[in-house]
């Protein structure tokens, strides 16, 4: 059974840094594919970030330059180092993972988390 579980959501100020991770179990993590997603209030869902088990990794043109994704092999894990954070960046950010494909093909995703929350607020 695949399992994904979020962590490092909180409350950020505009301007600084946050790192959420997401822990994986029951996955042959190797050939798998790891992307972050987010959906903030009235908006869909979108992908941020993907990453594949050879370290290869995508981002949308959106947060390309504030955010950097990276996955620990060894101890089953991805985490998404976000900078300059706006208020705009409030969501609720979600891990999945997809097995084969482009890591940038978002539609794909089809193992989800639930979520961590991320506010920026002064």
């Known amino acids: 059974h695949v399992q994904l579980v979020e962590s490092g959501g909180g409350s950020v100020q505009p301007g600084g840094s946050l790192r959420i991770s997401c822990a994986a179990s029951g996955y042959y993590w190797t050939s798998s594919r790891m992307g972050w997603f987010r959906q903030g209030p009235g908006k869909e869902r979108e992908g941020l970030a993907g990453?594949?088990?050879?370290?290869?990794?995508i981002y949308d043109n959106s947060v390309r330059g504030r955010i950097s994704i990276s996955r620990d092999v060894g101890k089953n894990t991805v985490s998404l180092e976000m900078n300059s954070l706006k208020s705009d960046d409030t969501a609720i950010y979600y891990c999945?993972?997809?097995?084969?494909?482009?890591?940038?093909?978002?539609?794909?995703?089809?193992?989800w988390g639930q979520g961590t929350q991320v506010t920026v607020s002064s």
């Open positions: 999945a993972a997809k097995y084969g494909g482009n890591c940038g093909d978002w539609a794909q995703y089809n193992n």
């Open positions: 990453v594949s088990g050879g370290g290869i990794t």
